[in-house]
């Protein structure tokens, strides 16, 4: 049973959070609070799992009181709900969140969100912690990340103070217009600043580009080294990224999923740099037996890339829809998923691009069938060799 704790300073929204979850008898055990102040003094008198702030409330508002919750009780689940029409407050309450839902919702999605952020944590803090421990130094996260989550919660930040973090990490500036200006984009014109490219994208993706510009910058060496196509590697995430955008019709979802997926096989380049010689023999097991690397990486180091990518992305504080994605893009059916959201997005996408290559696809019949969706698999099919064929003409023969 999990204890959730839901805030709101209306008491018609507590009373509709009560009626919602009245769904799921024995599985939650209910605590309302009025204020960000009484709810504090909740979570100092019980144990609590999950609390559910809304973000706009008089004195003490949401963002300032999951901020203290993140602060003091950094295990517990928090979940903000706001209008994603209020941009400055979406971009606050990411930095202390870990889902921004949008409001009114409905019980049976709040509970999915729940139930899939309950399970990621527990995995990011528990099993992947111990597997990951053979790895003595992960990467840490960049500076100009850190520092852009932390304008990005402020309402007064611009555009223009955007543009210049970013561009005092001149590799990261130079990396990122190099991304905006790919084929993913299909911009009209070059984007020749980081102003511009600002403009063009939104701060939010921006902040996420600039995320992805620094993990391909930084180890593209290490890839050389072991024998990993630092191109290849690139061309297949941005690939997949363009797939995965279009396979969603909620601009949020298609947003994460198409940083999602450009972060998909993060862990294939810290295992690159961090256990070099351990993941060398994975790589040659899996081009001498023809098995999926996923198999043989379990096999000889007891956990895979996608474990590994999603705990470093954990680390570093990437939204929680990311890092998930990131964690089941070769297991969908892990996420809990009740409708077709960003994980299944990501590992179809990345099965596209697999299978056209020739690769071994993954088995996602019997999942899209489960989630309602397996009819729109050709027409998906036939958008993704469009998107390929757009992105390199030889990817697809004809």
């Known amino acids: 049973m999990r204890r959730i704790l839901f805030v709101d300073h209306q008491a018609s929204a507590l009373k509709a959070h009560r009626e919602s979850m009245a769904k799921y008898p024995g599985q939650v055990d209910l605590v309302f609070a009025d204020s960000g102040k009484a709810a504090l003094e909740v979570v100092e008198s019980k144990a609590i799992d999950v609390i559910v702030s809304d973000l706009h409330m008089p004195g003490m508002d949401g963002q300032a009181l999951l901020g203290s919750i993140k602060e003091n009780h950094p295990n517990m689940v928090r979940i903000m709900l706001c209008p994603l029409s209020n941009i400055d407050g979406v971009f606050a309450a990411l930095t202390v969140s870990h889902q921004v839902l949008n409001k009114p919702l409905d019980a049976e999605s709040l509970w999915n969100a729940i139930e899939r952020t309950c399970r990621l944590r527990g995995l990011l803090t528990d099993s992947l912690r111990e597997k990951i421990g053979s790895i003595e130094k992960l990467p840490s996260v960049p500076a100009v990340y850190r520092e852009l989550m932390a304008a990005m919660a402020r309402p007064d930040v611009t555009s223009t103070k955007i543009a210049r973090i970013i561009e005092r990490d001149s590799a990261m500036a130079a990396k990122l217009l190099q991304l905006v200006n790919s084929t993913c984009f299909s911009l009209s014109r070059t984007v020749s600043s980081v102003d511009h490219a600002v403009a063009y994208l939104g701060m939010e993706l921006i902040k996420n580009l600039s995320l992805t510009a620094h993990v391909f910058s930084s180890f593209a060496r290490a890839a050389t080294r072991m024998g990993i196509s630092f191109e290849a590697e690139q061309e297949h995430a941005m690939v997949t990224a363009r797939i995965a955008r279009r396979l969603l019709s909620d601009p949020q979802q298609a947003q994460n999923a198409f940083t999602a997926a450009l972060l998909h096989d993060i862990g294939n380049l810290v295992m690159a740099v961090c256990i070099p010689e351990q993941f060398k023999k994975a790589i040659q097991e899996c081009k001498s037996s023809g098995r999926p690397p996923c198999e043989v990486e379990t096999e000889i180091l007891g956990m895979t890339h996608a474990d590994v990518g999603a705990y470093l992305l954990g680390l570093w504080g990437v939204p929680l829809p990311i890092v998930e994605a990131v964690a089941f893009h070769h297991s969908p059916g892990a996420a809990l998923e009740r409708t077709f959201d960003i994980p299944s997005a990501v590992s179809l996408a990345n099965a596209f691009v ?45």
């Open 354 to 398: 697999e299978d056209i290559r020739g690769e071994r696809p993954l088995a996602l019949h019997d999942h899209l069938e489960s989630l309602k969706v397996l009819h729109k698999l050709p027409a998906w099919m036939a958008m993704a060799k469009v998107e390929m064929r757009l992105a390199n003409p030889d990817l697809v023969k004809t």
